[in-house]
Nanobody
Framework: QVQLVESGGGLVQPGGSLRLSCAAS????????MAWYRQAPGKQRELVAA???????NYADSVKGRFTISTDNVKNTVYLQMDSLKPEDTAVYYC?????????????????WGQGTQVTVSS
């Protein structure tokens, strides 16, 4: 089985920084893409940033220039460096990993979600 463990959330003042981490473990064959989503109270979950295995990145317009997504392919870990945080960045942040794993006979491709970590930006 595959597990994702997130860390790094917390309370920060406007203008501050946080770094989120998400480590994938288990019988992983290949990782195609890793991403961060967020969901604020009363709102739909939205894509924040994504990175492919080839290193291509994509960011939501609201975080461009402030957030940076990166990976450690040896550790199967994705990071989200969040700078110049704003109160509107307050949300639960979830990582998502698109990967394949073996099931004995077949190779299965699936997307897995982390448990979520709370980020609160407030003075």
């Amino acid at each position: 089985q595959v597990q994702l463990v997130e860390s790094g959330g917390g309370l920060v003042q406007p203008g501050g920084s946080l770094r989120l981490s998400c480590a994938a473990s288990g019988s992983i064959l290949s990782i195609y893409a890793m991403a961060w989503y967020r969901q604020a109270p009363g709102k739909q979950r939205e894509l924040v940033a994504a990175i492919t295995s080839g290193g291509s990145t994509n960011y939501a317009d609201s975080v461009k220039g402030r957030f940076t997504i990166s990976t450690d392919n040896v550790k199967n870990t994705v990071y989200l460096q969040m700078d110049s945080l704003k109160p509107e960045d307050t949300a639960v942040y979830y990582c998502n990993v698109d990967l394949t794993y073996p099931t004995g006979v077949y190779t299965v491709r699936n997307g897995y979600w982390g448990q979520g970590t709370q980020v609160t930006v407030s003075s």
